[in-house]
Nanobody
Framework: VQLQASGGGLVQAGGSLRLSCLAS????????LAWFRQAPGEEREFVAVISSSGYRSYYADSVRGRFTISRDRTAATDTVFLQMNSLKSEDAVVYYC??????????????????????WGQGTLVTVSS
């Protein structure tokens, strides 16, 4: 099982980036897929989550209206994307994708918690220049 994140890089403030995370090695069709981020010395924080069907998504207050999560499915893989627009300096951290099989998307306190996710990607760094 592997979650491979990519797409991070350097962007100017106000610019855009699109992160991708390829989930493979098992079926993820029933898994919620999410993005978290982590600054040095800080706890990993929730960014966005999308349901297994792709019809429901939820965002942290800090990114709502600027970031969009989506997913795509093939016979063998699922890919989750994070389109990030209007990037700010505070968005410049490492982003991690995650997959969870039983994430209850009705409760914010649940889907925002890292313990709900079984699989994690390796992280991709976003740098924002002013």
């Amino acid at each position: 099982v592997q979650l491979q994140a990519s797409g991070g890089g350097l962007v100017q403030a106000g610019g855009s980036l699109r992160l991708s995370c390829l989930a493979s090695g098992r079926t993820f069709s029933t898994y919620a897929l999410a993005w978290f981020r982590q600054a040095p010395g800080e706890e990993r924080e929730f960014v966005a989550v999308i349901s297994s069907s792709g019809y429901r998504s939820y965002y942290a207050d800090s990114v709502r209206g600027r970031f969009t999560i989506s997913r795509d499915r093939t016979a063998a893989t699922d890919t989750v994307f994070l389109q990030m627009n209007s990037l700010k300096s505070e968005d410049a951290v490492v982003y991690y994708c995650a997959a969870g099989p039983h994430v209850d998307l009705y409760y914010e306190t649940i889907y925002q918690h890292t313990s709900e996710y079984d699989y994690w990607g390796q992280g991709t760094l976003v740098t924002v220049s002013s």
